[in-house]
């Protein structure tokens, strides 16, 4: 299969050479030269543009970082035109970054215009997922669109959900983020209030894991440095899901439940201190470095 795959940041780049590995002819861009360059040497093809990176393409993978920037490649921005208006033939067109379900909605809407088949498939399961291949995929569009997107999304990831209509793939990582969110911060303030009590963090994580109280966090991503192998914590929070990422998507479910009506209390919480942790200057690291903040003050 011909695949142009648009945005190859810690995510995307590892997903699409997923896709090279599985043998589709992959063409790759990016606004980071390094990124293309990395591809190039995974076998991936480079192009000078995404409008000529999907030439030709049976299906368009985006990877982007907001919706802005999603809605700017389809849709076009600033009065250049998307990719909505360029693209040859009927590519399925796949969105896996994790936008807004309203600005999925709106690109939704302006490709079935054209008669093209859109789908958000937002991902779980973070750089590690995408690296060994086993993320999560949400998807939302229709039937058709799923099913014909379902052998290549497994080239990439290992579940593979269809979650409704376009935008119910992001309501659903939306949700999933937002208690990914609440669950690190609770871990990090468990973990930081037992060893100012005379725990070892790694006993105390271990307990917890066996316990009432196990989850995600505990499980694969402690965010306690070095209690876990090859997590962010132990090589000083760099790579992973940034902070500022985290902080975006607690962003936009608190944007979804003003639009509902819905009571997060918790959700907003984990968005005020995600965002906190974000100005104080950590929002380039790994979101498990909200353990840092519970331990201002002592030396580390």
């Known amino acids: 299969m011909k695949i142009a795959f648009i945005g190859l940041g810690n995510m995307g780049s590892p997903m699409a050479i997923n896709l090279v590995k599985a043998g589709h002819d992959v063409t790759v861009f990016d606004l980071v030269e390094s990124a293309i360059q990395a591809l190039e040497a995974e076998g991936a093809k480079r192009a000078a543009s995404a409008e000529v990176a999907a030439k030709g393409a049976d299906v368009v993978v985006s990877m982007l970082p907001a919706g802005v920037h999603v809605k700017g490649l389809y849709m076009g921005r ?10 040859e ?6 969105d896996s970054s994790t936008i807004a379900p309203d600005d999925a909605r709106q690109v939704g809407a302006a490709a079935a215009e054209r008669g093209f088949t859109y789908l958000d498939a937002p991902v779980s399961g973070g750089v590690g997922g995408a ?3 086993t993320l999560t995929f949400i998807v939302g569009g229709a039937e058709e669109g799923y099913a014909q ?4 999304l497994e080239a990439m ?23 990914l969110g609440i ?8 973990l930081a209030l037992g060893v100012k009590n005379g725990m070892d963090p790694a006993v105390l994580s271990e307990i917890m894991k066996q316990s009432s109280g196990g989850n995600w966090a505990l499980n694969v991503y402690n965010p306690w440095p070095g209690v876990m192998e090859g997590a962010a914590a132990s090589r000083d929070y760099q790579g992973g899901f ?7 998507d607690l962003g936009l479910a608190w944007e979804l439940a003003l639009g509902s009506k819905s009571t997060v209390p918790m959700g ?10 974000s100005a104080q200057g950590s929002g380039q690291l790994d979101f498990s470095s909200i353990q840092t903040l519970y331990r201002q003050g002592e030396d580390k």
Do not use: W, Y
């Open 183 to 190: 669950l690190m911060s609770g871990t990090a303030e468990a």
């Open 89 to 94: 033939g009927k590519p399925l067109l796949v």
């Open 78 to 87: 600033d009065g250049n035109p998307g990719l909505l208006d360029a693209l």
């Open 131 to 133: 690296k060994a291949g």
């Open 268 to 277: 907003s919480q984990a968005r005020n201190l995600f965002a906190l942790h």
């Open 149 to 152: 997107a379902k052998p290549l």
């Open 157 to 179: 990831g290992k579940n593979i959900f269809h979650a409704g209509e376009v935008g119910s793939g992001q309501v659903a990582k939306i949700c999933n983020n937002m208690l």
């Open 242 to 248: 940034l902070t500022d990422l985290m902080a975006k």
